[in-house]
């Protein structure tokens, strides 16, 4: 029980919150509800729900699009907020079940007066009969699909993590390397390996809203970045153990590139052997970490 309990009150993953799963929640929602009305309108004695021209189809269509702006906009605002207010398991789910909740009052709603003025016909018109009614069909329509869409991004979030390689035994028609030598894999959030670097010449990696910016030196050691769609999160748990350490909320820096860290009134800067690169900051999260692994460096 209290092992169930901890799990619900541990953060979600913030791809649970980015537009572009949002989006696509919303969007394979939209359909899913779509289907299981057009498929259910014969087989259901509870909705109202009807095709055609008439002033029904009307009612169908309005609660339809009015339900899909609600979702939008809660959506929306679960975006909005990611950075601002961090969610856990229990406050996602209660989330979503509010979203349901008013989808079934508004439902609801839209039953009583349509029965009143004689769009449609309810045969018990009570507002616990319609609201219990609707329970059970917005269940149906709007929680599989989003469960179904949160297993999947599950999926393509595991699968696209930034994977950290060795690439000493691999056959290539390369010129031989240090046996030891490391490289990263990047991969953008729809699977696509982007980019491919070897440790020796990655500086830091800054983000930048829902992207990063990887920093290196390219073979004639000029500065080159690469820019692509990516949480710097993916890159912090990737990498744990490794070279490359969190050092702020926007930058992961390669600690065998700093070259030393400055104390001013504000706090750590991480000053890296690379000129051109200026000054990184140091948050007080992430300062005891930087300290350690600079000193066993």
Same mark, same amino acid.
């Given at each position: %029980?209290?092992?169930?309990?901890?799990?619900?009150?541990?953060?979600?993953?913030?791809? &649970? $919150?980015? =537009?572009?799963?949002?989006?696509? *929640?919303?969007?394979?929602?939209?359909?899913?509800?779509?289907?299981?009305? !057009?498929?259910?309108?014969?087989?259901?004695? +509870?909705?109202?729900?009807?095709?055609?021209?008439?002033?029904?189809?009307?009612?169908?269509?309005?609660?339809?699009?009015?339900?899909? &702006?609600?979702?939008?906009?809660?959506? $929306?605002? %679960?975006?909005?907020?990611?950075?601002?207010?961090?969610?856990?398991?229990?406050?996602?789910?209660?989330?979503?079940?509010? =979203?349901?909740?008013?989808?079934?009052?508004?439902?609801?709603?839209?039953?009583?007066?349509?029965?009143?003025?004689?769009?449609?016909?309810?045969?018990?018109?009570?507002?616990?009969?319609?609201?219990?009614?609707? @329970?059970? #069909?917005?269940?149906?329509?709007?929680?599989?699909? #989003?469960?179904?869409?949160?297993?999947?991004?599950?999926?393509?979030?595991?699968?696209?993590?930034?994977?950290? %390689?060795?690439?000493?035994?691999?056959?290539?028609?390369?010129?031989?390397? *240090?046996?030891?030598?490391?490289?990263?894999?990047?991969?953008?959030?729809?699977?696509?390996?982007? !980019?491919?670097?070897?440790?020796? +010449?990655? /500086?830091?990696?800054?983000?930048?809203?829902?992207?990063?910016?990887?920093?290196?030196?390219?073979?004639?050691?000029?500065?080159?970045? #690469?820019?692509?769609?990516?949480? @710097?999160?993916?890159? =912090?748990?990737?990498?744990?153990?490794?070279?490359?350490?969190?050092?702020?909320?926007? /930058?992961?820096?390669?600690?065998?590139?700093?070259?030393?860290?400055?104390?001013?009134?504000?706090?750590?800067?991480?000053? %890296?052997?690379?000129?051109?690169?200026?000054?990184?900051?140091?948050?007080?999260? /992430?300062?005891?970490?930087?300290?350690?692994?600079?000193?066993? +460096?």
């Amino acid at each position: %029980m209290r092992r169930n309990m901890r799990r619900l009150l541990k953060k979600i993953p913030q791809y &649970l $919150r980015e =537009e572009y799963q949002l989006t696509a *929640t919303v969007v394979f929602t939209a359909f899913f509800s779509l289907v299981l009305i !057009l498929v259910s309108i014969p087989f259901s004695h +509870n909705a109202w729900f009807e095709l055609g021209t008439g002033a029904a189809f009307g009612y169908t269509a309005s609660f339809f699009v009015i339900g899909l &702006l609600v979702i939008v906009f809660s959506k $929306r605002m %679960m975006y909005i907020t990611r950075n601002k207010i961090s969610m856990n398991y229990l406050q996602y789910v209660l989330w979503n079940l509010a =979203e349901v909740v008013v989808i079934c009052l508004l439902y609801t709603m839209f039953s009583i007066r349509g029965d009143a003025a004689g769009v449609i016909r309810i045969q018990d018109p009570s507002f616990t009969n319609i609201f219990f009614n609707a @329970l059970l #069909y917005c269940f149906t329509s709007l929680v599989i699909p #989003y469960v179904i869409a949160g297993m999947y991004f599950a999926i393509i979030d595991k699968n696209n993590t930034i994977r950290l %390689m060795n690439y000493s035994d691999t056959v290539s028609d390369e010129p031989p390397k *240090t046996r030891n030598e490391k490289k990263i894999t990047i991969f953008d959030n729809r699977g696509t390996m982007s !980019l491919s670097v070897s440790l020796t +010449n990655l /500086y830091f990696i800054e983000s930048d809203d829902n992207y990063i910016k990887v920093w290196y030196t390219d073979s004639e050691s000029k500065l080159q970045n #690469y820019f692509l769609r990516c949480r @710097l999160k993916t890159v =912090e748990e990737s990498f744990m153990g490794s070279s490359l350490v969190r050092c702020h909320r926007k /930058y992961i820096v390669n600690i065998d590139k700093v070259k030393a860290l400055s104390k001013g009134t504000g706090g750590y800067t991480i000053i %890296m052997n690379n000129p051109e690169i200026p000054q990184l900051p140091v948050s007080k999260t /992430y300062e005891q970490t930087v300290l350690d692994r600079c000193s066993v +460096n």
